[in-house]
């Protein structure tokens, strides 16, 4: 079974710029989760999918961030513009249908550096 | 929300060495896993455990719901134990991380 495919696995760009990951889950998978981890820091959620409809996002910065899963299998995450404190690793996780979040799968992760 | 503190931020262990991981959490839950983050930043979900205890083997864990704690136990520990180990909570909505525990093992 393929696990969760994430691209870019590395970006850099400078502040003001525009990037977006991409995430393919699961075969299967309902939900798919971003998060984002800044370095010595745990995972935070940034947004949450049911299919293709928002569970939660109440982390995330929709002045810059923006999220969506148009066909309920793969998303995008893009952020626009970027800001230096954006830097971090992206990571991406589906989680079986009725599964309640109980497992979640973790894609490699897009390493973003803004300068 | 709810806070996690994870103790002890970082720890260094020969390797065969025996370790304990703690969790603290402030609110009750229903939701408690542990994750172990691999120096290649590939996070894998070692335990659901929200009451109870479980195990796998030389991996352990160990939750009081009632004081708000839980405990990951690694025995014998390897190089490939290497890495952060993550507690993350959610009472009804989405999980929370702690901090993390970085763990070296030496040969």
């Known amino acids: 079974e393929a696990g969760v495919a994430q691209s870019p696995r590395y970006k850099i760009i400078e502040k003001r710029q525009s990037v977006a990951f991409w995430c393919n889950p699961i075969?299967?998978?309902?939900?798919l989760y971003w998060y984002q981890q800044i370095l010595g820091q745990g995972p935070k959620l940034l947004i949450q999918f049911q299919n293709n409809g928002v569970v939660d996002d109440s982390q995330l910065p929709k002045d810059r961030f923006s999220a969506e899963r148009l066909k309920g299998v793969d998303s995008t995450l893009k952020i626009q513009p970027a800001k230096l404190e954006d830097s971090a690793v992206y990571l991406c996780?589906?989680?079986?249908?009725?599964?309640?979040?109980?497992?979640?799968?973790f894609g490699p992760g897009t390493r973003l550096l803004v300068l | 929300g709810i806070q996690v503190e994870q103790s002890p931020p970082d720890l260094i262990l020969q390797e065969g060495a025996n370790s304990t991981l703690r969790c603290n959490f402030s609110?009750?839950?229903?939701?408690l896993q542990w994750f172990h983050q691999n120096p290649w930043g590939q996070l894998i979900n070692l335990f659901y455990?929200?009451?109870g205890t479980k195990q796998n083997g030389r991996l352990s864990a160990t939750t009081v719901a009632t004081e708000r704690y839980s405990l990951l136990y690694i025995s014998s520990s390897q190089t490939t134990d290497s890495g952060v180990y993550f507690c993350?909570?959610?009472?009804?909505?989405?999980?929370?991380f702690g901090k993390g525990t970085m763990l070296l093992v030496s040969p």
């Open positions: 609110d009750s839950v229903n939701n």
């Open positions: 993350a909570v959610s009472g009804y909505s989405t999980l929370t």
């Open positions: 455990i929200p009451s």
């Open positions: 996780a589906s989680s079986p249908p009725r599964d309640r979040g109980i497992t979640q799968y």
């Open positions: 075969s299967g998978h309902a939900t």
